[in-house]
């Protein structure tokens, strides 16, 4: 068995996709340049017009009607969703040409056919693309059921489904039409009457592939289609755009397809990389990591918007692309002790809101810096997952442990011979009965952020405290346990 997806008026459907504000005016394709410009395809609204017709022509039949030029990159879109719901019901797929795909059932469960098919039609329909789809015993047939089809065709009785359609279904040539027209053959059961013998003497080996073509005997091997090696998006705008709105929307449709594409292979994406191209040549790129992969079109999308909702560029933008990078889901048991996030996206999605009121340098998870200085953290982006705790390499910690106060503490101390003899503060005051040090650090001495300090752990009654001496004065920093 075949399967055959097609889509009609092909390069219009693409079009509309996206631009569906014109789906409520009357819209025709306008193929060619100059006076040999003709219309080729429209819609519903524009059906006074006939395709063929020359532009002043069509606008005579219909003087609303909006004129289009072919657009290749939402063809490519189209064409791409396309194939991605083809790979749904089989890897062996062909695209036989613009706006149709060939599959190849053999070896496919097809118990539940009409449900699967549906699918197919659902999930194009929902990215606004209309398709026909036909079953059939042959590639050729299944071509033929999807061209009648309404929106789907299945074949069973070959022999009758092919009798009634019309000799237009051979893509005869003119000479082809006009001879068979003089003979009175108007369907393919009216050719296949004839000997295939008679018809091979008249027309030669053209003859024998009309009369195979009108039995549905026709057959040409499946030139299955590579799978993508990379999930890319790029349009080249009609006009320079200067808001976000109309850029949302074209990206809004990348992320769908992008989405269904890296969704088809059982993975998601793990990093998108945006490029947007100026009217001045320039290029601004910039790559998103996700925190975990997803095939979910809003989740990629909310991380496109909340970048640009704060993103202002030195010119109009004039050209766009869009590259999901897909990765495995990676499997893992959690451990009884280890806590995740239950909704990665929506976390980030939240910190992203969140960093851009405070700013990116005010948000993240805390962690020690690289210096020497005490109490100095970083920010970096949190783990989606927290790792189990493991132990530090290195002696085992001893000694009394130290508790800092936060904020520290201010004392007055009296010094003798330059070392604390004793002190008076809101926590202790008394003398200083036993002294250790003193410890001195000190760094960026060559910034305006220098700083220096010396601490010292002494006694006072019967507590152990850490004495700290800084440039704003003398302080109590912690007390040990």
């Given at each position: 068995?075949?399967?055959?997806?097609?889509?009609p008026d092909f390069s219009l459907q693409a079009w509309l996709r996206m631009r569906p504000a014109l789906r409520h005016e009357p819209v025709g394709l306008l193929q060619g340049t100059g006076r040999r410009a003709v219309i080729t395809q429209v819609n519903a609204l524009a059906q006074a017009v006939r395709p063929g017709s020359s532009a002043a022509q069509?606008?005579?039949?219909?003087p609303g009607l909006q004129l289009l030029p072919p657009s290749p990159d939402a063809e490519r879109e189209a064409a791409a969703l396309l194939l991605t719901a083809a790979w749904t019901l089989s890897p062996r797929v062909e695209p036989t040409t613009s706006g149709r795909c060939t599959i190849d059932l053999r070896g496919v469960n097809l118990t539940r056919v009409d449900s699967v098919l549906e699918n197919v039609r659902g999930g194009l329909a929902a990215h606004d693309l209309a398709v026909r789809i036909g079953v059939g015993p042959t590639a050729l047939i299944a071509r033929y059921a999807a061209h009648v089809a309404r929106p789907v065709k299945v074949v069973d009785d070959a022999r009758g489904f092919l009798a009634g359609l019309p000799v237009q279904m051979l893509e005869l040539t003119p000479e082809e039409e006009r001879l068979f027209s003089d003979l009175g053959l108007k369907t393919l059961g009216a050719i296949t009457q004839f000997p295939r013998a008679a018809v091979v003497s008249r027309w030669g080996n053209?003859?024998?592939e009309l009369w195979s073509r009108a039995a549905g005997e026709w057959h040409a091997p499946i030139q299955a289609a590579p799978f993508p090696v990379r999930h890319l998006a790029t349009m080249e705008l009609e006009d320079a755009v200067e808001t976000l709105e109309p850029l949302l929307f074209i990206l809004?449709?990348?992320?769908?397809?992008?989405?269904?594409?890296?969704?088809?292979?059982?993975?998601g994406a793990n990093r998108l990389a945006l490029g947007l191209t100026l009217v001045s040549e320039a290029v601004?790129?910039?790559?998103?990591?996700?925190?975990?992969p997803t095939a979910d079109a809003d989740v990629l999308f909310a991380v496109l918007a909340n970048h640009l909702s704060g993103l202002q560029t030195d010119a109009a933008i004039m050209g766009v692309s869009l590259e999901a990078v897909p990765a495995r889901r990676l499997e893992q048991q959690e451990g009884l002790f280890d806590t995740g996030l239950k909704d990665a996206p929506l976390f980030y999605t939240t910190l992203g809101r969140i960093a851009a009121v405070v700013g990116t340098d005010k948000v993240g998870t805390p962690r020690?810096?690289?210096?020497?200085?005490?109490?100095?953290?970083?920010?970096?982006?949190?783990?989606?997952?927290?790792?189990?705790?493991?132990?530090?390499?290195?002696?085992?910690p001893f000694g009394p442990l130290l508790w800092r106060l936060r904020p520290p503490v201010a004392a007055t101390v009296e010094l003798t011979a330059a070392q604390p003899t004793f002190l008076e503060s809101a926590l202790i005051t008394g003398a200083v009965t036993v002294l250790r040090r003193p410890f001195r650090a000190n760094g960026e001495w060559w910034s305006p952020t220098a700083w220096a300090r010396e601490e010292w752990d002494i006694k006072v009654g019967t507590g152990l405290y850490r004495l700290l001496h800084a440039p704003g004065g003398w302080f109590i920093e912690g007390l040990y346990d």
């Open positions: 068995m075949f399967a055959v997806l097609e889509l069509a606008l005579a039949d219909c053209r003859g024998a809004r449709r990348f992320c769908e397809r992008l989405a269904a594409e890296v969704g088809q292979f059982g993975g601004y790129r910039r790559d998103f990591e996700l925190p975990e020690q810096g690289h210096r020497h200085r005490p109490d100095e953290v970083e920010l970096s982006s949190p783990p989606a997952m927290i790792p189990a705790r493991r132990r530090p390499a290195g002696p085992e």
